[in-house]
């Protein structure tokens, strides 16, 4: 490997807020899904709490990834 320092990134939008939505809703049930299933939750009510943590937790997601997505953008100083 030589030394060079790889090609920046393309510039892209952030995703969807509807994406951010679906993965921490999917990610909440995974989660809540074994701790139900542990504590004999119903499964619809792992459902309805997955959506509602999905859908709180989805701005802030977002947010982060427009930051993420800003600072890719930024050159590295010179070291």
């Given at each position: 490997m030589t030394g060079e320092p790889?090609?920046?990134l393309?510039?892209?939008p952030p995703r969807p807020l509807?994406?951010?939505f679906a993965v921490?809703?999917?990610v909440a049930f995974l989660a809540l899904l074994v701790l139900g299933l542990i504590l004999g939750a119903p499964f619809l009510a792992i459902v309805a709490i997955s959506l509602v943590i999905g859908l709180a937790v989805a701005p802030s997601l977002r947010r982060a990834?427009?930051?993420a997505l800003a600072a890719?953008?930024?050159p590295e100083p010179p070291a």
């Open positions: 790889s090609p920046p393309p510039p892209r509807l994406v951010h921490a809703s999917a990834e427009i930051r890719r953008e930024q």
